[in-house]
């Protein structure tokens, strides 16, 4: 039940209040209606009883006054349509009736001349085939039965006019009514998109330029129009934008001359290495200036992350093809599955950087790397397996966390800065993507960036 109600139940805010609004007016007016008809039809039963007492008692007392032998003739004279009489000779009887009836003989007893307000009187509702062929005739007539009233009143001592009334059935409810349902509920509906359109278009575009700030793109500004709810989140976006863009641009300002301070130091100390007589000593301060330059880079790059290069339209399949033959001029490890083109929009120095990371990686810690491209509905992976003993579940998670280092030396020759996996994590997630890790069944790691198709050139 749940899952019907998600696939016919309409995902959009304006698709949604259009629903629920003509529903509550179709819903509404039903239960107007319902009101009224239940309220028409108390009212017309009273009233038609009261109608069909008094025809009934002034028939009655009509036939009081006319000779005994005329009264035959003037009771069949009086008998058409759903109106029957006929005349019952003999000692009254008492009929069994319940409260209803109880209350509408009393008052066809009060109808009656005074003299005759002391003798019996009955009043009998009866269901639809109560009297059989009688039904049958008159139905032939109409347009059915829907009940059978039967009133006895005291004519003379001795004589009871026995009067029966075949009710009709109810007309249905008239079109004019639907036709009126219809014409509200599409008045409401229009109304109800035209206030749906001036929120759920304002909040489209918030969730749109959210989306966009995500995958790591220039943040749009928002027009601040719309109800004042809508108005005052787009102003909060805004200015959170703003923040953010101020902070980014700080940030790079600060990296920037932090970079410039440090390697201005470290040249000079590259310089005074060159008047270190003991080559021992000079050897060795020259790794560890080489191992600082390293990480210092190392350090720069990962604290910029993603985002600040502008996007554009490349090959993905030969940008990867690239790298590889870079690797492969190098005599690296690497196994490359051409592929057909796959044009992308996206920053691609970033994305060489990212790619360029996992195939080493593949290289330094499972001698060898295997790199191909896989397309789906949604994204495009770039997949890097190696040969190596792979990464514990455990371990999967923490490796992308800056500076951390599965392997034990803390040497960047063996284990590099720990920086990699996190610049290749900040990478993918700035172009909506991400990166997974998994063990081979046959042994090794799989490394798959994934890219989402939406970055896609059109």
Same mark, same amino acid.
């Given at each position: 039940?749940?899952?019907?109600?998600?696939?016919?139940?309409?995902?959009?805010?304006?698709? *949604?209040?259009?629903?629920?609004? &003509?529903?509550?007016?179709?819903?509404?007016?039903? !239960?107007?209606?319902?009101?009224?008809?239940?309220?028409?039809?108390? *009212?017309?039963?009273?009233?038609?009883?009261?109608?069909?007492?008094?025809? &009934?008692?002034?028939?009655?007392?009509?036939?009081?006054?006319? +000779?005994?032998?005329?009264?035959?003739?003037?009771?069949?004279?009086?008998?058409?349509?759903?109106?029957?009489?006929?005349?019952?000779?003999?000692?009254?009887?008492?009929? %069994?009736?319940?409260?209803?009836?109880?209350?509408?003989?009393?008052?066809?007893?009060?109808?009656? %001349?005074?003299?005759? *307000?002391?003798?019996?009187?009955?009043?009998? /509702? =009866?269901?639809?085939?109560?009297?059989?062929?009688?039904?049958?005739?008159?139905?032939?007539?109409?347009?059915?039965?829907?009940?059978?009233?039967?009133?006895?009143? +005291?004519?003379?001592?001795?004589?009871?006019?026995?009067?029966?009334?075949?009710? %009709?059935?109810?007309?249905?409810?008239?079109?004019?009514?639907?036709?009126?349902?219809?014409? &509200?509920?599409?008045?409401?509906?229009?109304?109800?998109?035209?206030?749906?359109?001036?929120?759920?278009?304002?909040?489209?575009?918030?969730?749109?330029?959210?989306?966009?700030?995500?995958?790591?793109?220039?943040?749009?500004?928002?027009?601040?129009?719309?109800?004042?709810?809508?108005?005052?989140?787009?102003?909060?976006?805004?200015?959170?934008?703003?923040?953010?863009?101020?902070?980014?641009?700080? *940030?790079?300002?600060?990296?920037?001359?932090?970079?410039?301070?440090?390697?201005?130091?470290?040249?000079?100390?590259?310089?005074?290495?060159?008047?270190?007589?003991?080559?021992?000593?000079?050897?060795?301060?020259?790794?560890? /200036?080489?191992?600082?330059?390293? =990480?210092?880079?190392?350090?720069?790059?990962?604290?910029?992350?993603?985002?600040?290069?502008?996007?554009?339209?490349?090959?993905?399949?030969?940008?990867?093809?690239?790298?590889?033959?870079? =690797?492969?001029?190098?005599?690296?490890?690497?196994?490359?599955?051409?592929?057909?083109?796959?044009?992308?929009?996206?920053?691609?120095?970033?994305?060489?950087? &990212?790619?360029?990371?996992?195939?080493?990686?593949?290289?330094?810690?499972?001698?060898?790397?295997?790199?191909?491209?896989?397309?789906?509905?949604?994204?495009?992976?770039?997949?890097?397996?190696?040969?190596?003993?792979?990464?514990?579940?455990?371990?999967?998670?923490?490796?992308?966390?800056?500076?951390?280092?599965?392997?034990?030396?803390?040497?960047?020759?063996?284990? !590099?800065?720990?920086?990699?996996?996190?610049?290749?994590?900040?990478?993918?997630?700035?172009? !909506?993507?991400?990166?997974? =890790?998994?063990?081979?069944?046959?042994?090794?790691?799989?490394?798959?960036?994934?890219?989402?198709?939406?970055?896609?050139?059109?």
């Amino acid at each position: 039940m749940r899952r019907l109600s998600r696939f016919w139940w309409p995902k959009t805010l304006a698709a *949604q209040l259009i629903v629920v609004t &003509a529903a509550a007016v179709m819903l509404s007016n039903l !239960g107007i209606a319902l009101w009224f008809a239940s309220s028409h039809e108390r *009212q017309t039963e009273s009233a038609l009883m009261e109608r069909l007492l008094d025809r &009934a008692a002034s028939a009655a007392t009509l036939l009081s006054g006319i +000779p005994h032998r005329e009264r035959q003739a003037a009771v069949r004279t009086m008998s058409s349509g759903p109106w029957h009489f006929r005349l019952k000779f003999g000692k009254p009887t008492a009929e %069994p009736m319940d409260a209803k009836e109880t209350a509408l003989a009393a008052r066809a007893r009060a109808m009656l %001349p005074t003299v005759r *307000q002391k003798e019996p009187v009955s009043v009998r /509702l =009866l269901p639809p085939n109560a009297r059989g062929d009688m039904v049958h005739r008159h139905s032939r007539h109409g347009r059915g039965v829907a009940g059978i009233v039967e009133i006895t009143l +005291p004519v003379v001592r001795g004589t009871e006019l026995v009067t029966t009334v075949f009710l %009709p059935r109810p007309e249905p409810w008239p079109l004019q009514f639907l036709l009126a349902a219809l014409v &509200a509920m599409l008045t409401a509906s229009a109304v109800a998109a035209f206030v749906a359109r001036r929120v759920a278009r304002p909040l489209s575009k918030l969730a749109d330029a959210a989306s966009e700030v995500a995958r790591g793109g220039d943040a749009p500004r928002l027009p601040e129009l719309g109800p004042d709810d809508v108005r005052r989140a787009a102003v909060a976006f805004n200015a959170m934008t703003d923040q953010v863009t101020r902070t980014l641009e700080s *940030q790079r300002q600060l990296l920037s001359a932090v970079g410039h301070d440090l390697r201005t130091p470290i040249t000079a100390m590259r310089i005074s290495t060159e008047f270190i007589a003991d080559d021992e000593v000079r050897e060795r301060i020259e790794k560890n /200036l080489e191992e600082l330059q390293t =990480l210092t880079e190392a350090v720069l790059t990962a604290a910029r992350g993603a985002g600040w290069e502008k996007r554009r339209k490349i090959d993905l399949a030969a940008l990867v093809d690239s790298i590889c033959a870079d =690797l492969e001029e190098m005599e690296k490890s690497v196994t490359w599955d051409s592929a057909a083109a796959v044009p992308v929009s996206c920053r691609p120095n970033e994305i060489r950087r &990212a790619i360029r990371n996992l195939i080493e990686n593949a290289i330094a810690y499972g001698k060898s790397a295997h790199v191909r491209l896989e397309e789906d509905d949604g994204t495009i992976a770039i997949i890097v397996e190696d040969e190596g003993p792979g990464i514990a579940e455990g371990d999967r998670a923490r490796v992308f966390e800056p500076f951390v280092r599965l392997e034990g030396s803390r040497s960047l020759e063996t284990g !590099g800065a720990g920086l990699g996996l996190t610049l290749v994590k900040a990478i993918a997630e700035g172009h !909506g993507g991400s990166i997974e =890790l998994a063990n081979r069944p046959g042994g090794g790691l799989r490394a798959i960036l994934h890219l989402p198709r939406e970055a896609r050139a059109a």
